[in-house]
């Protein structure tokens, strides 16, 4: 492990800060409900199975959306997203366990809870049905190791989606009994995008795995591209919550070819 050479200075600053937070009373014990299930609900109703994002805002995108997320969460359901992701990290992202709370109350579909865990009383803060471990801070921050936050995760109850972007930390996740992982196209070293990252590290994965594309994804021809390079389904944030959020969802998920515009 390192201490975080070769991660961007926001990154860090999200794994500095994340190092210092935690609102846990107790232990949690979740039913959750299934992500695999609801992604082959989705592709029985034609949809492309997807993981809807609210948020309101982040370090690599301008401005803040101030919609009543609740209200947001049910349009992106309504458009056809298969699971929500809601961010719950507060200083740099404008989440929190609340905004979970509430919208996993108004909607039935599984909701990952985004936010960046590195220790296991993080786990503790809400009940949600996905935990996201992304391997890169896990390896950067010493303070756990991400077999022994998998574990914890899934002795709550958790199903866990591993964040990865390379093939080293594909066989890192794999190693620790991955069931769910994401490839995030977008590289923390730089905060740059590149989709041809998922094409390269997707091969790593065994074919039962569930593997999830992330980051990067904004028309009809990138969600095609991520299908045929190997996604079972696809997180997507900006590009759904830029404008109006049930068409969006609706046009990134349908299996339909249209053009963009």
Known sequence: MDDGEGIAPAVRSIIEAARDRSEADGRVDVQPRSLPDAFERAERAGRVPTIAEVKPTSPTTDGTRVDDPVELAEQMVAGGAAALSVLTEPEHFGGSAETLRQVREAVDVPILRKDFLLYEEQLDVIEADIVLLIVRFLEADGTDDLDAMLEAARDRGFQVLVETHSREEVRRAIDAGAEIIGVNNRDL??????????????????????????????????????QEAGADGQLIGSAIMDGDVRANTERLTTLTETPDT
Do not use: K, N, Q, W
């Open 189 to 226: 070293a730089e905060l740059e995008l590149d989709l041809s990252t998922f094409e390269s590290v997707a091969p790593a994965v065994p074919d039962d795995v569930t593997l999830i594309a992330e980051s990067g994804i904004e028309t009809r021809a990138d969600v095609t591209r991520m």
